[in-house]
């Protein structure tokens, strides 16, 4: 399995910048993907999340609002449309993948359910 995020970049704030996570080597549909974020110095937090059928998402609260999480089972992607990005969205994105159980929606936001990550993508939000 592998999971290969991209689109990061160095952008000022107030802008945007979509991030995309190809996955390889599993049946996409039947896995909830996440994004996950962490910036030097602090831990892993949860960014976003989504169904594997794309009904349900969900968001932190310092990004709801901001962020919109999406997938598109046909391609075996999961996107991350961040806009009026500020300079404490700084941090390496992770997407990762978690079966699609029950279970997933009431532990979501844990490192623990997920079974695969990606390498991470560097976004910088700096004036």
């Known amino acids: 399995v592998q999971l290969q995020a991209s689109g990061g970049g160095v952008v000022q704030p107030g802008d945007s910048l979509r991030l995309s996570c190809a996955a390889s080597?599993?049946?996409?549909?039947?896995?909830?993907m996440g994004w996950f974020r962490q910036a030097p110095g602090r831990e892993r937090e949860f960014v976003a999340g989504?169904?594997?059928?794309?009904?349900?998402?969900y968001y932190s609260n310092s990004v709801k609002g901001r962020f919109t999480i999406s997938r598109d089972n046909a391609k075996s992607t999961v996107y991350l449309q961040m806009n009026s990005l500020k300079s404490e969205d700084t941090a390496v994105y992770y997407c990762?993948?978690?079966?699609?159980?029950?279970?997933?929606?009431?532990?979501?936001?844990?490192?623990?359910?997920?079974?695969?990550w990606g390498q991470g993508t560097q976004v910088t939000v700096s004036s």
């Open positions: 989504i169904r594997g059928n794309g009904g349900r998402t």
């Open positions: 080597g599993l049946t996409f549909s039947r896995y909830a």
């Open positions: 990762a993948a978690a079966l699609n159980t029950p279970d997933w929606g009431g532990y979501y936001y844990t490192h623990a359910v997920y079974d695969y």
